[in-house]
């Protein structure tokens, strides 16, 4: 059975840096594009950023470029998103999901369980 | 970056059917087949149950339909069941981001 586990989410202060981390099993996770998606609460889901299968095609929102990083290894099988000078406003539980093809569609046929990054002082 | 735009609420009897609208611009949903829908119950992870436009992934209900005219995509839920109350969103990727955009939700309520 496909699975997406999040970690590497918490509670940072304004300015600071968090990396998340999906690991991803049962399936060729090479061959899939990859993306996060961020639900502030209470809130709609918001696309954040998508890396192809071989991690060529790198796509982001325009309120995370710049301050945000996606990668992927695709030897261990794990999608990362390096997050920097967080703000208040990047509050939200953050989803890994998967891709049903090796390029940006949104086709995203599994999602993690989420994990919440919570930015206070 | 500009959402898709979704009625916010939607009531319906059960067993009626509903038709949920989303609409967009000629930089996504107008220019590519690349429509999903998702249905999220509260808290738990979004679901997909349409995809470029309106393929079903296995295992989804044959009551979810998708289509598009133009810069509008449509999402029809027929027979509508307690557990279809939900919300759900519509997403497409987009040239003019060169990246996704989801829609902004319309919470179904089966009365």
């Known amino acids: 059975e496909v699975q997406l586990v999040e970690s590497g989410g918490g509670l940072v202060q304004p300015g600071g840096s968090l990396r998340l981390s999906c690991a991803a099993s049962?399936?060729?996770?090479?061959?899939?594009?990859m993306t996060w998606v961020r639900q502030a609460p209470g809130k709609g889901l918001e696309w954040v950023s998508t890396?192809?299968?071989?991690?060529?095609?790198?796509y982001y929102s325009g309120s995370v470029k710049g301050r945000f990083t996606i990668s992927r290894d695709n030897s261990k099988n794990t999608l990362y998103l390096q997050m920097n000078s967080l703000r208040a406003e990047d509050t939200a539980i953050y989803y890994c999901?998967?891709?049903?093809?090796?390029?940006?569609?949104?086709?995203?046929?599994?999602w993690g369980q989420g994990i919440l990054v919570t930015v206070s002082s | 970056q500009s959402a898709l735009t979704q009625p916010a609420s939607l009531s319906v009897s059960p067993g009626q059917s509903i038709t949920i609208s989303c609409t967009g611009t000629?930089?996504?949903?107008?220019?590519?087949?690349?429509v999903s829908w998702f249905q999220q119950h509260p808290g738990t992870a979004p679901k997909l149950i349409i995809y470029?436009?309106?393929r079903r992934p296995s295992g989804v209900s044959y009551r979810f339909s998708g289509s598009k005219s133009g810069n509008t995509a449509s999402l029809t839920i027929s027979g509508l069941q307690a557990e279809d109350e939900a919300d759900y969103y519509c997403?497409?990727?987009?040239?003019?981001?060169?990246?996704?955009?989801f829609g902004t939700g319309t919470k179904v309520t089966v009365l």
């Open positions: 049962a399936f060729t996770f090479s061959t899939c594009a």
């Open positions: 890396i192809s299968g071989s991690g060529g095609e790198i």
């Open positions: 000629s930089s996504d949903i107008g220019a590519f087949d690349y």
């Open positions: 997403s497409s990727y987009s040239s003019s981001v060169l990246g996704g955009v």
């Open positions: 470029d436009v309106s």
């Open positions: 999901a998967k891709d049903r093809y090796s390029y940006i569609t949104l086709g995203l046929d599994y």
